[in-house]
Nanobody, 123 residues
Framework: VQLQASGGGLVQAGGSLRLSCAAS????????VAWFRQAPGKEREFVAG????????DYADSLKARFTISRDDAENTVDLQMNSLKVDDTAIYYC?????????????????WGQGTQVTVSS
């Protein structure tokens, strides 16, 4: 499966962005999906995940109040709505899939990755 992340950009602190991850080659419906991010000089970290069915979601504790993950298997997309953005949210955001029911928090559990989309939040 090929993944394409989009929707990143430059936004002021307090603003919102909606990232989208589109799949080709195989439908999203067979995978659990997650978003990760990596800031300069930092390790890649889990942001949010959604189960294969879409009935279960998980978020990094510090992001739960501001970020929402959703999936549309008919459109073969998984979105990440990010609100009240902070300068610390600046990073490259990656979507990833794993062939299982649930999304896990460890990057090593994922089979395929998108190329990433840059999110920059200015003060």
């Amino acid at each position: 499966v090929q993944l394409q992340a989009s929707g990143g950009g430059l936004v002021q602190a307090g603003g919102s962005l909606r990232l989208s991850c589109a799949a080709s080659g195989r439908t999203f419906g067979t995978y659990a999906v997650a978003w990760f991010r990596q800031a300069p000089g930092k390790e890649r970290e889990f942001v949010a995940g959604i189960s294969r069915s879409g009935g279960w979601t998980d978020y990094a504790d510090s992001l739960k109040a501001r970020f929402t993950i959703s999936r549309d298997d008919a459109e073969n997309t998984v979105d990440l709505q990010m609100n009240s953005l902070k300068v610390d949210d600046t990073a490259i955001y990656y979507c990833a899939v794993r062939g299982g029911l649930h999304a896990y928090r460890q990057a090593r559990d994922y089979d395929y990755w998108g190329q990433g989309t840059q999110v920059t939040v200015s003060s």
